[in-house]
T-cell receptor, first 111, second 114 residues
Framework: EDQVTQSPEALRLQEGESSSLNCSYT??????LFWYRQDPGKGPEFLFT???AGEEKEKERLKATLTKKESFLHITAPKPEDSATYLC????????????FGAGTTVTVRA | NAGVTQTPKFRVLKTGQSMTLLCAQD?????MYWYRQDPGMGLRLIHY???????AKGEVPDGYNVSRLKKQNFLLGLESAAPSQTSVYFC?????????????FGNGTRLTVT
């Protein structure tokens, strides 16, 4: 069974304190790994798609990387507006329609 | 350009009551999905549609029905609500069937069944 595990569950950072979130997965044939951001009371918002090991994507203070077993979301010099829950999801080759989501990491950045 | 719109935003039901959640998208997307989100768990797919007039079961379909009579609308029905269906429900749409086609989500419906 496909499994997606995110750690830590919660992360409290001081403004400017860089850190990383982890998404580990056990799937049979990865087709793509997605990162989403979710603000309280809102739906998830797409950030990145990664397709193959070694790939990296960047957007402002966020950088996502992918290996054969896990993905990291690096937050560099975070600001309070980066506070959100970050979700990762994997898409496997056998089921194109389905994304398997992790439970998320809730990041709180204090000024 | 509203994207994905869900109605209602909040609803409280008594056990055994029925209701329909409405999802509308204005992006001309072929694919639409209904997910539920529960504390400590990832989003789970309930039902999905690959085009107008089509529906298919996801990983947690029991107790729900769906219809896609028009391309832009995707309805989720609960025929006889149960407390286990208390959750936040998200509708999403995508241009393609995946391989990099991201999901666009609505802002959710918070449903409480007492």
């Amino acid at each position: 069974e496909d499994q997606v595990t995110q750690s830590p569950e919660a992360l409290r950072l001081q403004e400017g304190e860089s850190s990383s979130l982890n998404c580990s997965y056990t799937v049979s044939g990865l087709r793509g790994l997605f990162w989403y951001r979710q603000d309280p009371g809102k739906g998830p918002e797409f950030l990145f798609t990664l397709y193959s090991a070694g790939e990296e994507k960047e957007k402002e203070r966020l950088k996502a990387t992918l290996t054969k077993k896990e993905s990291f979301l690096h937050i560099t010099a975070p600001k309070p507006e980066d506070s959100a829950t970050y979700l990762c999801a994997v898409q496997v080759r056998s089921n194109d329609y389905k994304l398997s989501f992790g439970a998320g990491t809730t990041v709180t950045v204090r000024a | 350009n509203a994207g994905v719109t869900q109605t209602p935003k909040f609803r409280v039901l008594k056990t055994g009551q029925s209701m329909t959640l409405l999802c509308a998208q204005d992006m001309n997307h072929e694919y639409m999905y209904w997910y539920r989100q529960d504390p400590g768990m990832g989003l789970r797919l309930i039902h999905y549609s690959v085009g107008e007039g089509t529906t298919a079961k996801g990983e947690v379909p029991d107790g729900y029905n769906v219809s896609r009579l028009k391309k832009q609308n995707f309805l989720l029905g609960l025929e006889s609500a149960a407390p286990s269906q208390t959750s936040v429900y998200f509708c999403a749409s995508s241009y393609g069937r995946g391989f990099g086609s991201p999901l666009h989500f609505g802002n959710g419906t918070r449903l409480t069944v007492t």
